[in-house]
């Protein structure tokens, strides 16, 4: 099938630019120096492509992420880079023989993850980003906590989350060397093999963790564009030009905000050239293409360029694969949901 | 099974505010008054309790809408209340037995759905939103097109997408009669029983249409309880704190934008009382609990109240509808995807 018969609205990976973006990253992270996190794509058959290349060690955000893994077979080393409570379906995966291991910052999740069955930790450390980790002053109770109570301290986990997507670079780097002293002095007291940290913002700055979590550098979006990596748009929403208002000089697009994530903003139109965006429904996307709306024709075909590529991949049930105007492959979103 | 016992982040639907809901809008827009909006909840269960009631024709926003509705045996009459050009699946719909009316609003979709085997249209008028719609001065001739193409053409539609949100109620009124001035003089020009438009905003003084395309009122989001309207918060994600930060005062709860329409901005937390929210990441929701965190504990239950609710619906599988604390039914958003 040729990608411009695709029904629409329809996520499309790019396998070129994909592949570029891969083998950038593997040159730097080779094997399981990298840790492809899961959430940014959640799909088992594009999981597999990263696995092959030999980056056999993931992470996840959900327990759903976790479970479709270790289901996939692709279970080697799988960490829960988030706090959960119900541990129990995480146990479950232990006894079938995947490796789990789940990030604690706390009393309460220690006591979880013990209950559930799981054997293996990470500490998770606050580095300077309001969310999950435990102050850094506790990590080393919490470690000790942990073996008490009998588990695998494999190290530590810090995520600079409030630094990754800083446009300027000077100050990305100086932000992440400050949190990444935080967790450096955190992991010499809590011991183990692991830092775990960075993502694709700091791809080639962070120096200090022995395994960057990164996953946007796959698929890119515009916020992750600003940065001047050299990662290329391998994710677009292909859509379909179903209005056109000549007096009004706009045109509307089958590509609305239930097919793209927001949180980020509006997405951009790479195509037709010099589409500038108005504004997002539910179903629509409205653009204007200059006052005679010459530029787009019902029918026509409109690719969209995401603000945030997880809550865009989120929201689809397929990325749909191109190469060369083919659709080559099929790679089900299957680890949505909760 | 107890709400309280529900995995998260769980979409809820509270029965009672919900029926209230319905009861106040059927009593002002009974039966077939009120074509319902599907797009609001996709869920074929939900619309079922709205057919039970007396609502037997709907609008839809999407081809899998009318598709899964069709299915569900809840075809007597089906608006897609958009353009496609893809219309040889709905034409697949009428061959079977549902009623399907789609909107047009240029020669190429009269032309689609000629092709595609659909036989009834309604005019789609721009009435002021820079969405889709004919330029006012286009309704005659395309109904009359649509005429000479053999369909049967139902009335026109104007949706007044722009007004239903504004918050001072004079204003909106103000500009809903200027929309309604112009869908009128279409329908006058145009023809047809139908004259149909209007939402949940303008639920109490849209006088011009004669039946009223509203979705929303029944589940509700921050966003539209800002209009002062008896529709009661019927939505909510339920959530638990994963994490809490006692020196920084923020805890961490497991209801990221991934679980929530992130449009309309950020959501609320009904509960705890007093929680301010921070940001949202994709699996985490950040909020203020005072400088000892005394409020939250890991553990605790969060709710939840999106700020948009018809994206928030579309990145969940099922609503848990709860009555008195009770889970009593489950709602599969079945109708998700294209």
Redesign the interface.
């Known amino acids: 099938m040729l990608a411009a018969d695709l029904?629409?609205?329809a996520l499309v990976v790019d396998l070129d630019a994909f592949d570029h973006n891969r083998a950038v990253m593997s040159d730097a992270w080779p094997g399981v120096r990298l840790r492809p996190h899961v959430?940014a794509f959640k799909s088992t058959s594009l999981a597999r492509r990263l696995a092959d290349a030999g980056h056999v060690a993931f992470c996840c955000?959900?327990i759903r992420e976790m479970e479709g893994m270790a289901k996939a077979g692709l279970g080697h080393d799988l960490l829960l880079a988030?706090?959960?409570?119900?541990t129990k379906r995480l146990g479950a995966l232990v006894e079938s023989g995947a490796r789990i291991t789940v990030a604690v910052?706390?009393d309460?999740?220690i006591t979880a993850v013990v209950a559930g069955g799981v054997r293996e930790v990470l500490i998770d450390v606050?580095v300077g980003l309001?969310?999950?980790?435990?102050?850094p002053e506790e990590a080393g109770r919490l470690g000790d906590e942990a073996r008490a109570a009998g588990l695998e301290v494999r190290g530590v986990m810090g995520y600079e989350?409030h630094v990754v997507g800083l446009e300027d670079r000077a100050d990305r780097e100086a932000k992440m060397a400050i949190s990444m002293e935080i967790l450096t002095a955190a992991h010499e007291i809590v011991g183990g093999e692991i830092v775990s940290g960075g993502g694709t913002g700091t791809w080639d700055s962070n120096r200090w963790v022995t395994e960057l979590q990164a996953g946007s550098y796959l698929l890119m979006d515009t916020a992750y564009a600003k940065l001047g990596m050299p990662f290329r748009p391998a994710l677009s929403v292909s859509g379909?030009v179903?209005?056109?208002?000549?007096?009004?000089g706009?045109a509307?697009a089958?590509v609305g905000?239930?097919?793209l994530?927001?949180?980020h903003g509006n997405p951009s139109v790479a195509e037709p050239a010099g589409a500038k965006v108005?504004f997002?429904?539910?179903?629509?996307l409205?653009f204007s293409v200059g006052p005679d709306a010459k530029a787009a024709?019902?029918?026509d075909r409109v690719r969209v360029l995401p603000a945030h590529v997880?809550?865009t991949v989120?929201?689809?049930?397929r990325i749909t694969v191109v190469q060369a105007g083919e659709v080559v492959d099929i790679w089900p979103v299957d680890l949505r949901?909760?």
């Open positions: 029904p629409t609205p959430k955000a959900t988030n706090e959960v409570l119900d910052d706390s309460e999740t606050c309001p969310r999950c980790g435990c102050p989350g379909t179903v209005s056109v208002n000549r007096p009004g706009w509307v089958d905000l239930k097919a994530g927001m949180d108005w997002c429904s539910d179903e629509h409205t024709q019902v029918g997880d809550p989120a929201y689809h049930e949901n909760w």
